[in-house]
């Protein structure tokens, strides 16, 4: 099964500090808002995506599979 | 499997992530994390913005634990006492007795009470502090419309609280020693800045004075300033910085003056060498950085207990397993702190140590100080620390240049 990364844009208030952790995955828009490059990235990326959730202040990241 | 214990005290937000990262570093003995709080970890800033502002449920504020760490075993309620770093156990405050083989300090900081006579320092007293879950969801029910409170410090916590509680409809007033909010942190030009801010929202100031005395019996009614000002009161805030958990740790020969000195390692020193297999972590750990030189600082930012978590797994689980644990511990780390703080619609983000700038050193880098900047804080030629007030694009493009050049760990 693959990885998925779910942001609840709900809670996300663009800290921006997940496009330091992976920026393979995230990334800040010219807006300043926070997009997500890769919705189902690949097993290499899962340390970097699970480092970015741990680093989002308002923890609005979760990885599933 | 090794019959090995790791022994966390602490189950915050440093005492997660140091478990984590035992497991992630590949310790296969038991992780045994102990807390004084009922609640699994949860996240504490939101207790002074938006939760306090809106929901304040644990299971919103509830960190996931990775999946790697689902087997660390979690005993929330109950104290250590003490410890024995010769002997290798630690007592709790119910008398039992636990040995380990490597020990976390991450027992955090507790807020601090003003040694003041008076209504007694709970919530039912009227005097509020805001540190866990409990704290902000006993202020919660106090921040009504109307309400008189008076927030003493105008530290980046007291601030959050003047700002939501102003959200809610509350009277607020501020009071500090210093000159200006968040003066210490942002230098005079930005603390001016951020003043304003908060007086156009209806916030009052009284700054370059103290509290002399709680009015009020069973309940505060009010507060006596220094320079004889009384303002009434249904609620007040302490907001007045922490004093460091390390009570527990005494008597081991640990330099406690200010959290618990470390090496880079995060191993406690005594008489000036490390001890193995102990490590402090977050709030409470007091470490050289030598991202910006080579004292020892304690930084109580957010990034830090997850930094200095993955270090202290990293180190222990090597010092366990017997692999490599000199290269380890010895190899270069430093970390970045970064903290952010929301008042009505502004945000601040920082990166680096802006503190340690030169009075002369801060310089508006880009931007307007009344609208949106980046400011930077400067010692000598080097660029310490950076704040931005909104501008988050300019503000984290200054990330890799705050401090020297060392490899993050």
């Known amino acids: ?65 | 499997m090794t019959s090995q214990r790791a022994l966390v005290v602490g189950a915050g937000l440093g005492g997660l992530r140091t478990a984590e990262a035992l497991r992630a570093a590949g310790f296969t003995g038991q992780v045994l994390v102990i807390g004084d709080e009922d609640w699994a970890p949860y996240n504490r800033p939101p207790l002074s913005k938006e939760a306090l502002a809106g929901e304040l449920e644990h299971d919103k504020l509830a960190f996931r634990v990775r999946s790697n760490a689902a087997d660390v075993v979690w005993r929330h309620g109950e104290r250590v006492h003490s410890a024995d770093l010769d002997g290798r156990t630690v007592t709790l405050g119910s008398g039992e007795t636990l040995g380990y083989d490597a020990l976390v300090a991450a027992t955090g900081v507790s807020a601090r009470r003003l040694p003041l006579p008076g209504p007694p320092p709970t919530a039912a007293g009227g005097r509020h502090v805001i540190r866990t879950l409990d704290d902000a969801i006993g202020l919660r029910a106090v921040l009504v419309p109307g309400a008189r409170v008076v927030v003493l410090g105008a530290g980046f916590i007291g601030c959050e609280v003047a700002a939501t509680a102003r959200k809610l409809g509350c009277e607020v007033d501020c009071v500090a020693i210093d000159l200006l909010p968040m003066i210490r942190p942002l230098g005079v030009e930005l603390a001016a800045e951020l003043q304003r801010r908060h007086e156009v929202q209806g916030v009052t100031f009284h700054l370059g004075v103290g509290v002399t005395e709680f009015l009020g019996d069973e309940h505060v009614t009010g507060v006596v300033l220094s320079d004889d000002t009384r303002l009434d009161a249904d609620v007040v805030l302490e907001a007045l910085g922490s004093r460091c958990n390390v009570a527990w740790l005494e008597g081991n020969g640990l330099d406690l003056t200010d959290g618990v000195l470390t090496d880079t390692a995060l191993r406690p020193l005594r008489a000036g060498a490390p001890v193995d297999g102990v490590a402090a972590v977050g709030d409470v750990v007091r470490f050289p950085n030598l991202r910006f030189d080579d004292r020892a600082w304690r930084v109580e930012h957010w990034n830090i207990p997850t930094d200095s978590g993955r270090r202290a797994g990293a180190v222990l689980s090597a010092y366990l397993g017997d692999e490599g644990y000199d290269e380890v511990a010895g190899a270069p780390w430093t970390l970045l702190p970064s903290f952010w703080s929301d008042q009505y619609d502004t945000r601040l983000q920082s990166y680096g140590m802006p503190g340690l700038a030169d009075p002369d050193g801060i310089r508006l880098l880009e931007g307007t100080l009344d609208d949106e900047c980046v400011v930077g804080y400067h010692r000598g030629d080097d660029l310490v620390g950076v704040v931005g007030i909104g501008m988050l694009r300019a503000v984290n493009g200054y990330r890799d240049k705050v401090g020297r050049a060392v490899s993050d760990g």
């Open chain 1, 1 to 65: 099964m693959s990885l998925k990364v779910v942001v609840d844009w709900d809670l996300c208030q663009d800290h921006g500090q997940c496009a330091f952790a992976a920026p393979e995955v995230f990334e800040i828009g010219e807006d300043g808002r926070m997009r997500v490059l890769i919705e189902e990235p690949d097993e290499s990326l899962r340390g970097a995506v699970e480092d970015a959730a741990d680093v989002c202040p308002v923890q609005a990241i979760r990885l599933e599979g």
